[in-house]
């Protein structure tokens, strides 16, 4: 009789996958009529609305990772099938994994407080001359609150600067500031597009001068800048300068040892705050800039990864848990603790929706690398489940 729950997992498996003996087939059927319990997780575990109900929450995971990640846990009966084998058992291994989660909940569980964690929306705040704020969050208390050159669109989640703006007004800064937990859109005078993460913060001139536009970057933001040759484009952050020259970028100083800048279209010069230098990037080119060594290395990447978060997805590539933890935290703001030392280098492959609940998310995650998340009021603990 069937008692060990990795052998459990092993037969179910290898029953959906049409790779059982006969003599196996009578053990589990055996194993699955001893009792009602057995039963009705059996036939809960093959049934169709098991798979329909999963498919959604695991669709963007990597099977791949998650075929590795099975596997770890059926030490005692390896399976044969190749790799790209699996991949058509995609449905299956979502099956699979709603094994896990009944036959070890412990490790699987989300648990929560009667706090909870909210999704990222638009909301930030506008600083303009004299000192004044406006909340950006409520559009029916802001619009009259805004200078007459600014409009506020998109149900409250973009604020579009009046291109015609006369050249002989008083040049104005204003500070578009999105704090933890928000997003912001922003057209500037000259048509240039800037969408702002989580906790970061443009600065920039109300109408820009004859020969140059320059904007102040803290945190992450995406640009694309509207083309003008005779007056270059200027992106400053603590550390670097960036110069456009008509172009689609991303650039994120949230890292505390580097600032990114990744070039989608177009052309850019990055150099170092203080120094003529200049690096020209190519499109599907990363500007690493090392804040304790300054220095700029340059890399080929695949941009997506950098600049999905604007089309609503989170995508991770072989990244460290600690790294992912860090955007969740921005985006849904809260805090994230680790329990032991191992979690912070797990690596995790596989795109979730950013405007997914956070329990959703950990889930997603939990289910093809091996640690497990613990949520209590605004707090995330996260403990790694490798075998020592």
């Known amino acids: ?194 969408y702002l993460n989580s906790a970061s913060t443009l600065k920039y001139p109300t109408c820009f001068d004859p020969d140059k536009r320059e904007v102040h970057l803290s945190g992450e933001a995406y640009f694309e800048v509207a083309k003008d040759p005779n007056k270059p484009f200027y992106v400053i952050t603590d550390n670097i300068q960036i110069k456009v020259y008509g172009t689609t970028f991303n650039v994120n100083t949230h890292d505390p040892d580097y600032t990114s800048t990744v070039l989608v279209q177009g052309k850019v010069g990055v150099s170092i705050v203080g120094k003529k230098e200049e690096i020209i990037l190519n499109p599907s080119q990363l500007a690493l800039f090392d804040k304790k060594q300054h220095k700029i290395d340059i890399q080929n990447i695949n941009p997506q990864q950098y600049i999905a978060w604007k089309d609503g997805l989170f995508v991770f590539e072989e990244e460290p848990l600690e790294k992912i933890m860090d955007k969740l935290a921005l985006w849904y703001d809260c805090q994230v603790f680790y329990t032991n030392q191992e979690s912070r280098n797990i690596r995790f492959t596989g795109y979730l929706k950013r405007y997914e609940q956070i329990d959703k998310i950990l889930k997603a995650i939990g289910s093809t690398v091996s640690v497990s998340f613990e949520i209590k009021g605004k707090t995330i603990l996260v403990t790694s489940n490798e075998m020592k």
């Open 1 to 194: 009789m069937l008692k060990n729950k990795n052998q459990i997992i092993d037969m179910i498996f290898r029953y959906l996958t049409n790779n059982l003996t006969e003599e196996e087939k009578e053990e589990l059927h055996s194993w699955k009529e001893s009792n009602e319990t057995n039963r009705l997780l059996f036939e809960k575990l093959t049934s169709n609305k098991t798979f329909i109900a999963k498919r959604e929450m695991y669709r963007h995971v990597n099977t791949q990772h998650a075929l590795k990640t099975f596997l770890q846990h059926t030490r005692k009966r390896r399976l044969s099938l190749h790799l790209k084998i699996v991949c058509r058992y995609a449905a299956i291994i979502i099956v699979l994994f709603t094994i896990g989660l009944i036959l070890y909940p412990k490790k699987q569980a989300i648990e929560t407080t009667s706090e909870k964690i909210e999704t990222g929306s638009p909301k930030a705040v506008l600083l303009v001359s004299g000192g004044k704020s406006i909340q950006l969050q409520t559009q029916e208390h802001t619009t009259n609150e805004l200078p007459s050159y600014v409009q506020i669109v998109d149900s409250n989640s973009q604020l579009i600067y009046n291109k015609k703006q006369d050249i002989t007004t008083p040049k104005e800064y204003h500070e578009l500031q999105v704090s933890r937990g928000g997003e912001y859109k922003l057209t500037l005078p000259d048509g240039t597009f800037v």
